[in-house]
């Protein structure tokens, strides 16, 4: 019973953790733009070529934003209404978590071991946090209309990288256009 009462605070934890959206999504748009005479696109070169990640993991973008736009009726062409551009940072995030879960109060080991050498040793964590920005141009205009950020936490495993690629481009794009819902 014991040992279930130190668990269950870290298994609710890890349930709400898990059960939220994994991609936080916030846009900005020009409440101007009339976003239903956009129909073909392009990607925007100068930008891309600007973002500070791997060529691999800009294809792998580009492939996924690419498929959003084809699966939301948008042409791809050489003179295109909009032009699509990204950017992206990383953050490395540092979670220190104290494991004590109530026992004893004084000295850094607990009741039992009062000089430090005991069970209240933190647990230190490091993970990234990445941001992806998608920015929409009018094309002739060379004016930003649209811009759709994610954040959330990256992976360096090969297998799921392309999963979750699409997940925060899929996230992202599901706000385009503005006032329209999943």
């Known amino acids: 019973m014991k040992h279930l009462l130190k668990t269950l605070p870290l298994l609710v934890i890890l349930f709400v953790v898990t059960s939220c959206s994994s991609v936080r999504v916030a846009v900005d748009y020009d409440k101007n733009a009339n976003f239903s005479t956009y129909k073909t696109f392009a990607f925007f070169k100068t930008g891309i070529d600007k973002a500070e990640i791997s060529d691999l993991d800009k294809r792998r973008i580009l492939r996924a934003i690419e498929a959003e736009m084809l699966s939301k009726g948008f042409t791809k062409s050489d003179n295109p209404d909009l032009l699509v551009s990204l950017f992206t940072k990383s953050n490395q995030r540092v979670d220190v978590y104290n494991n004590a879960w109530g026992y004893g ?3 850094w080991g607990g009741f039992y071991h009062p000089w430090g050498w005991g069970w209240n040793q933190p647990n230190v964590s490091t993970r990234t946090e990445g941001v992806l920005y998608i920015d929409l141009i009018d094309a002739n205009k060379k ?15 090969m297998e799921k990288k392309d999963e979750r690629i699409k ?3 899929a996230e992202i794009m599901s706000k385009y256009p503005p006032g329209m819902t999943k």
Not at 143 to 157: A, D, F, H, R
């Open 105 to 107: 109060g004084w000295g």
């Open 167 to 169: 997940e925060f481009v």
């Open 143 to 157: 004016e930003l209309i649209w811009q759709g950020m994610g954040t959330g936490y990256l992976t360096q495993n």
